[in-house]
């Protein structure tokens, strides 16, 4: 016999926080929605922050951290909201910075070239090419996964790794779903291609994401004092539980039409039916970030 839900729907993080030192925060889907702010996560995290708590956002965004703050900032989102920011950029960069290749080919829009910008690293064609880097599609507007079907085989057939800069497999922009990186770098994996994943749900970011809050707060990060918080089940609460840190899932993301009523409320029923066929459930669940 099924059992019940036993994910709590909580209102808001006020109900949550006691005990939590550490707040570890999806980007995309929780503090906006690719177009517009969600001004009351930014006061949720402020209030937390205000009450001696540390915030870092942990993004898949496929571009340095500090690129991040400035698209936050042109969309209006307090920067009273967070104390730090790590991306899958940051972890790519540096993994590429460190590496031994000096060839690779690109896959990704040209905004975000700035991954190997200044590295000792040149682009060129797949057949020249020692690496994958794949950022995400070249054109995210009209390209699916599918369209990178023989450009893959071309990278299969000569062995080459890749590097996936943003494991997502879509992320919200306004209204629209739009894939990411992370739908390519999965069929290169089902072709048998290698892949180093350098985002959420995969340890790299989360321990680059700890040592900042513990060098910023003097202090070891105590991981029964944390939780994430994210809107995607296959990175965000997979990677906390991989992490071993609870979990709060915000429904108002890209799995919303799955969990959200007709009310845009978190449909007990159609989250029983979500999270019943998830690997991991979040600790709790809330329609939006609140306080």
Known sequence: ?????????????????????????????????????????GEALARFRRGGGFVTLVSNAPRESARVVEFLDGLGVTREAYDAVVTSGDITRTMLAQGKHR????????RDRSLFANLPLRETPIADAEIVLCAGLDDDETETPADYAGRLAECRARALPMI????????????????CAGAIAEDYEKIGGAVAWTGKPHGMIYDAALDIAALSRRAPADRGRVMAIGDAIRTDVAGAHRLGVRSLMIADGIHARDLLGEDGQVDAAKAELFLGEAAFRPTAIAARLAW
């Open 164 to 179: 996936c800069a943003n494991p997502d497999l879509v992320v919200e922009r306004g209204p629209r779903l739009i894939w």
């Open 1 to 41: 016999m099924r059992c019940a839900i036993v994910t709590p729907i909580v209102h808001g993080l006020s109900g949550l926080v006691s005990g939590i030192d550490i707040l570890l925060v999806d980007v995309w889907g929780v503090l906006h929605n690719g177009l517009a702010p969600h001004p009351a996560a």
């Open 103 to 110: 060839t690779l080919a690109y896959f990704g829009p040209d």
